[in-house]
């Protein structure tokens, strides 16, 4: 039997676009509807991308120190989140960085730094930073995250061999003034015509959970449609202690999944990423959500802990997906030291090795300081941090720290 969402998926597929009314009609399905959404959804998103999902891998340049007061970020200024604090990587702090993402399966790069926008210096480094990774890297994308742009600043991104830009709009107009006050709705539209004029590929998404309602939540959508970014990245609320946004907790698993098909709808030949808050939020309806969306962010968020790498390729294959641009690794043995290691190894990928120099992803028996799962201090730290399901447990490996990433 053809359901009302199949009906939407058809009239998309024939070259109809999914109205509001559609839009607002899947976010407000009742949740015995949920698998025939994705069932919809699903269609547009095999369409468009197969079975292939699009792996990315941020590397935090500059954490902390923002004079901006976005208040779900927990970079901001007032935020006393516990988070790592640092300026700028080295180069080859950030290719390195960068190179645990790629040899974990990312095809691209995010290169993102806190702050209002770059100064010119900040641009002459992600420019190095850029160069080499893609010397080195053959055919790695790289989308750089910096901020609000200034004329003339995205143009030396894009010589330089930068891909995308990425400034998330965040949320519908109408509720912008609320999450933050320092900057404007209209400057971030501004940095994203700035990035698409220069010729980056726009990557622009939304938060979900931030007091917004349903039409707001289409409303942003909608604006994003119009934007034509090209990528989405649909994150969900991660309310850290010490933001305004503490304790704060509107979403289900359910609307989640909800809000991922409602963008596939609307925008149905676009990347949509899930991205932070996609552990905590989606639960055990990860696997069902790369049915409707095709990008995830591998191990690590900016500030917060995701969950182990491993996990994250066990999600794509287990769901019969593949990796894009590596289409053969489940079957050539690529990941076969990640798969095989066992439970409780170390939390990151065959690809890193740590301090100690042996290969990460099997259990080496060293006792190394940098590997949380054999350390039983740092093990014990982000048990406890990791006790209630509803907080972000911090970051503390990878950038800005001598501890392997999580990739
Ligand atoms: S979102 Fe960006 S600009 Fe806003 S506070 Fe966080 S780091 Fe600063």
């Known amino acids: 039997m053809s359901t009302q969402f199949d009906q939407i998926a058809d009239k998309v597929l024939a070259g109809t676009p999914a109205s509001e009314a559609d839009a607002l009609a899947v976010l407000q399905a009742p949740d015995f509807e949920l698998m025939s959404i994705v069932a919809a959804a699903g269609r547009l998103r095999r369409e468009h991308f197969g079975n292939t999902v699009k792996v990315n891998y941020l590397v935090n340049?500059?954490?902390g120190l923002c004079p901006e007061n976005c208040n779900y970020c927990s970079q901001a200024r007032g935020s006393e989140a516990d988070i790592l604090k640092y300026s700028?990587?080295?180069k080859d702090d950030a290719i390195a960085q960068a190179g645990a993402g790629l040899k974990g399966g990312a095809s691209r790069v995010c290169m993102v730094s806190s702050g209002r926008g770059p100064s010119n210096k900040d641009i002459d480094k992600v420019v190095e930073m850029t160069e080499a990774i893609k010397d080195e890297y053959e055919g790695v994308e790289v989308c750089a995250c910096l901020g609000l742009l200034k004329d003339g600043?995205?143009?030396?991104?894009?010589?330089a061999g930068v891909?995308?830009?990425n400034h998330n709009i965040n949320t519908a107009e109408s509720n912008h003034d609320n999450i933050v006050q320092t900057h404007t709705y209209a400057?971030?539209?501004?940095?994203i015509g700035k990035a698409k004029s220069a010729g980056l590929s726009p990557c622009s998404g939304l938060i979900a959970g931030l007091g917004e309602s349903d039409e707001q939540l289409v409303e942003a959508l909608f604006a994003l449609k119009a934007l034509e970014s090209d990528s989405i990245p649909v994150n969900f609320l991660m309310p850290f202690d010490g933001t305004p946004y503490e304790n704060t907790w509107e979403l289900s698993p359910q609307r989640c999944l909800k809000i991922l098909a409602m963008a596939r709808f609307v925008c149905p030949d676009k990347e949509i990423r899930i991205a932070g808050g996609r552990e905590m939020h989606l639960r055990s309806l990860q696997g069902q959500a790369l049915h409707v969306a095709n990008s995830i962010f591998l191990g690590d968020y900016l500030t917060s802990t995701g969950q182990d790498a491993r996990d994250d390729l066990e999600m794509i294959r287990d769901n019969g997906f593949v990796i894009l641009g590596q289409e053969n690794a489940f079957n050539d043995g690529t990941f076969d030291e990640v798969f095989n290691a066992p439970r409780g190894g170390h939390a990151h990928a065959a690809a890193t090795t740590t301090p100690c120099g042996s290969s990460a992803g099997s259990a080496c028996g060293d006792g190394c300081g940098g590997c949380t799962a054999l350390n039983p201090e740092a093990k014990a730290a982000e048990a406890a941090e990791a006790v209630d399901p509803h907080k972000p447990v911090i970051r503390r490996r990878g950038a800005g720290t001598e501890v392997p990433a999580n990739a």
Not at 153 to 159: C, G, I, N, P, T
Not at 187 to 191: A, M, Y
């Open 153 to 159: 600043q995205a143009e030396r991104l894009k010589a």
């Open 163 to 165: 891909d995308a830009y």
């Open 187 to 191: 400057d971030r539209v501004d940095t």
């Open 61 to 63: 340049l500059k954490s």
């Open 88 to 90: 700028y990587l080295s």
